[in-house]
Structure formats: C-alpha cells, structure tokens
C-alpha cells in the first residue's frame, strides 16, 4: 500500500548481554544457529510482502559495549571469536538482498583502527571475498557520531565507497547531499582519470601512492587498485604525504604517480 519495497532489517547480531550498544531487546538471541532461524523466519515474512531485507550490523555489533549512534566502539575479540558473530550473516547471505556494514572497530578483522564501514579489510576482504557476497553492501548512517574522527559527511561518503560500501546512509542532514555528491564524483573522477592516464602511457607501469593519515588510506588503495586494472603495474611504492611535502598536503590528501617502465 506505502510502496515499501526494502527494510533495515533484520538485526543478526548475537546478543552478547551489554545493554549500552542500542541493541539492547533487538537481537534475536545468544546462539547463532537460533538467531539465524528466527531472523530467517522474518526475512520469509519480508519476501511474502514483497519487501527485500537487510542483514545488519555486519560483522556483528553485539559485543560492542558503546552506542556508535553516540561514541566510537572497539570490539577486541579475536578472529576466531569473531567468526561466531559471523554465522548467521553467512548462513542468511544467500537469503537476502542486502547488508548494512557497523560502525565498530574490529582489530581482529583489521589492525588499522578503521571502523567497519571504512574498512576495505571489512567490506570487502571480510564480505565479498571471504563470504562470497555480491549484492549491495549499505552503510549504517554516516552521521552517526561513531564516525566523528574521520571527517565530515563527504570524507566519510568517500572512504565509505572507497572501502566497498555501495549505499551510503545519510538520514538527517539531506542539505549535506549536494555537497557529498560533488566530493564523490570528484573521487571518482580522479581515480578515472589516474587510470586512463596509465593507459595512455602503455601497458606496464610503476606506481607510487601515498596517503597522510588511517583515514585516506582506503582511498589510496583505491587509486592504487583502479592503476592495476587499467595497466600492468611491475612495481608498486606506498608512501606517507607529510605537510614538509608541500603547501597543499596535509590531513586528507592522497597522491599517486604512474611512471612508465
């Protein structure tokens, strides 16, 4: 009747018992087989109205102790710990038609103390390669504060996608779009123009990509991934951009030089 054709859920996270991460009374259990049947249950729900569901919060938010609406979160479990929260995205993957990538920071998933959703360790090696998923990965809302450190909503959109991401939540602050959409397609358009740039120069080539910080540096493999598709690269030498480098760098600035072999 509404024309919904999408919902945010279900919630597959395993409940761990903290009550402060907004999970509290969302999840569907402790046991990852029970909470696979009953999200699983409400997904048929979903499909019989006609509504396609979302997997959330990948790769499991339960353990997490903060609110990432509110504060960063830092989940420390090791991986084979880890890989227990995973279960019932792994067994419903093949059921649903999308996934909402959390917030969390998961140094057992990734050492570089990126939060999940800016995470190419994460939305992409953990979820396409290692689950095999290949349908759309949304993230959770770029506003939330567990993201303040890593810039605004246009730095955020960009490391997003940089990092996998296909969707890009922003559920508030809709004046901020246009400004997202520029950053993107400049993005975009920057690691299109590096690419055709190493084409023009022949098949086989050596690459240096630099970044300054944790934040640019999905962004930075990126660029460096965009060079391996469009060219043969033999050589590849990653830096660190410093403000001794120029006027122009500083936080937030990413750089990449093709040369001909």
Aim: charged share 20%; proline share 5%; net charge negative.
């Amino acid at each position: 009747l509404l024309g919904f054709d999408l919902d945010f859920a279900p919630v597959v996270d395993l409940d761990h018992g903290r009550v402060d991460n907004a999970l509290d009374r969302r999840c569907f259990g402790r046991d990852p087989r029970s909470v696979a049947a009953r999200a699983g249950a409400f997904l048929s729900g979903l499909h019989e109205a006609g509504v396609a569901g979302c997997l959330k919060h990948f790769p499991g938010l339960g353990a997490g102790g903060e609110d990432t609406h509110h504060l960063a979160s830092a989940i420390g479990l090791e991986p084979r710990v880890l890989a227990r929260d995973l279960a019932p995205f792994r067994r419903l993957a093949p059921r649903a038609e999308a996934v909402m990538v959390g917030h969390a920071v998961y140094p057992g998933w990734d050492g570089s103390g990126l939060p999940g959703t800016l995470s190419p360790a994460i939305a992409t090696t953990l979820l396409r390669d290692r689950l095999s998923w290949e349908r759309i990965a949304f993230t959770d809302d770029l506003e939330m504060d567990a993201l303040a450190r890593w810039g605004g909503l246009a730095e955020r959109a960009v490391l997003a996608l940089a990092a996998g991401c296909d969707g890009l939540l922003i559920c508030r602050r809709l004046e901020e779009t246009p400004e997202v959409v520029e950053r993107l397609a400049t993005a975009l358009d920057a690691v299109n123009a590096m690419a055709s740039y190493a084409i023009g120069w022949g098949t086989t080539v050596r690459v240096a990509v630099g970044h300054s910080d944790a934040a640019t540096q999905p962004l930075a493999d990126g660029l460096e991934a965009a060079v391996g598709e469009a060219a043969s690269v033999i050589d590849v030498v990653r830096y660190r951009v410093g403000p001794s480098v120029g006027a122009h760098t500083g936080p937030g600035t990413v750089g990449c030089f093709v040369f001909p072999a």
